[in-house]
Structures are given as C-alpha cells and as structure tokens.
C-alpha cells in the first residue's frame, strides 16, 4: 500500500512525500554523498535496478525538489518518514538539515576529490544544470556564476563541501557506514553496484546487473562543457585551475583529503 505524508516546512511551504509499498523482512537502508560526487550516477543505478527486485528506493529530497523546495528547506517535519522500514532511502547530496538518526541501519557514503567537486560544480552551475521554468534561485546562481572565474568560484564553494564534511563526520560517527571513493570506482561500474548490492542485502541479478550498468557507463570521448556527465575522470581541477587555486583549496580541503586518503 502506498502511503502518502502531507508535510509543511518551518515556513510554511506545503509539500507530500510517497513511499510505495515497502518490501518486507527488509531493514531500511541509507544512501549518501557529495554533490557532484557521483550521486546522480549511484542514484540512477539504484532507481532503476533495486525496483525490478522489488526492493522500493525513496529520495526523499527529490520529491521535494519537483515541488519547488530546495534541500535545505526539508527539516524535522519529515523525521516519521524515515522511520518506516523496507525502503532504501537515497538522494542524500548532504546531511539532511535536521537530527536523523540512522540507528544500527547500515549506510553508504560516495565521496569525491573534493577539488575536482568544485570544479565539477561550477559548470554545473554555469552552463549544463536546466533551469526550470520559474525558478529564480537556480537562474540567479547562473548568472553569479557566470560573472565569476573558476578560480573565484571554487574557492568561495569549498567552504560549503568542507561544511558538509564535517557535518557528515559528526553524524555518521560510530554508525555502519561503507565509504566508496569516485576514484576508485568510476571505471568499474559492475564490480561496484554488485559490492553496493551486496551491502545493502539486496539479491543480484547478474543479467540485470550488467544491463543497468551498460544503460548509464557513459564516459565522452571529449569534454562537452554544456552536458551533465562533462568528462568523468579524476584530476580534472589539475587542468581548470590555477596552482595558486589548487595550493588554497588543498589548503581549505586539508581535513577532508586526510580523512579519505586524498593525496595533498
């Protein structure tokens, strides 16, 4: 059965957040990340595999997203959804802005270069993330972005990923949480949804496995500035920034590369 939560923010925005049919005997699971980490991959693969093994995947961000609230905006209100089990909850681009607990749950982390996430970012930002029709904010971070130079950009974004980081570091500690690097597994898509799969305590399929995998493997031939999957490979900040930029945000990233063994 379906199940509808009819939710109101801190402001008073309205919004509705559906969980299908739960599958039973199955302990919810957690699934985050960075933006610009490889969340919109690690999430395609997950939408499209776990329902076709009627295991039910919830973000419950983009839910709110397609009723115009940003991420920030979904807080404390939406806590009892989290508290039913048999889902995989996933679109987490950030800690939510309130105090969930995961519980004994066990929880996926994606990381990224962090480096290569600003730069990523910004020509997200700037050029390849489509803008819906009336939405002021994303146009407004265009045209901010678009008056900036990379190096200005990546440098004021760091702070937020650094943000995120900590506030991650502090929420997930001591909790069951399987950290995977971009770096270490961009390359290799089967071997690391089956790894993901078998985390989650979800069945594999090999003959589905590989074609969700083929349906999203996309690494271009050459950089395309204006698409959402621009290059793909790791170290791309060594190419867009200057060494000045790259001595800073190491710098300002200096815990975060530590914590996930990023070189400096």
Known sequence: MTTQFELTTSAGKPYNIVLPP?????SSKFVFSFAKSGSTLLN????????????PVVSVFDQAFSQGLTTAEVRSESSDVFKNSGYVFSGFRH?????????????????????DMVVSMYYSVAKSHVIPEGNESLRKNREEALQKEIDEFVLDKMHSYVGQFKTYKEKLAGKQVKVYRYEDVIYDKTTWLGDVLDYLEIDKSPALLKSVVQRFDVIPDTENETQHVRQVHPGNYKKKLSDSAIEKLTERARDFLTHYNYSL
Do not use: A, E, H, W
């Open 22 to 26: 739960s599958k039973p005997n199955f």
């Open 95 to 115: 800690f939510p802005n309130f105090d969930l607990d995961v519980g004994d749950n066990k929880c996926i982390l994606l990381v990224r270069d962090p480096r």
């Open 44 to 55: 395609d693969l997950l939408f499209t595999y776990c329902p076709q093994m009627n295991v």
